[in-house]
């Protein structure tokens, strides 16, 4: 099993940055596949970023390329959202996900992925 929480979930103006932050425990960290999703009212959760367990290959949704980065530290079992140039269209709640996957990859499909934290909201104002 993988516990996982997501932190960093505010209120911030447009043109604004937030870093969210995914604290796994449970199982290593170092062998599984992470990503963030994001769900938005009346909407399907759609993926944002995903980031292999090494850390050596990313993958980020178009609507984010540019302005959101992924990152991780196997050493302390987090990994990261950094969010700059917010957009109204972002705000969401964003899910933190991990993926028992055997390969070094980034997927950006929600079936591969095991387990998931319980969200963060992310809101920005025009």
């Known amino acids: 099993q993988v516990q996982l929480v997501e932190s960093g979930g505010t209120s911030v103006q447009a043109g604004g940055s937030l870093r969210l932050s995914c604290a796994a425990s449970?199982?290593?960290?170092?062998?599984?596949?992470m990503a963030w999703f994001r769900q938005a009212p009346g909407k399907e959760r759609e993926f944002v970023a995903a980031i292999s367990r090494r850390g050596g290959t990313t993958s980020y949704a178009d609507s984010v390329k540019g302005r959101f980065t992924i990152s991780r530290d196997n050493a302390k079992n987090t990994v990261s959202l950094q969010m700059n140039s917010l957009k109204p269209e972002d705000t969401a709640v964003y899910y933190c996900?991990?993926?028992?996957?055997?390969?070094?990859?980034?997927?950006?499909?929600?079936?591969?992925?095991?387990?998931w934290g319980q969200g963060t909201q992310v809101t920005v104002s025009s």
């Open positions: 996900a991990a993926d028992r996957t055997p390969y070094d990859s980034a997927s950006r499909a929600k079936y591969e992925y095991d387990y």
């Open positions: 449970g199982r290593t960290f170092s062998i599984l596949g």
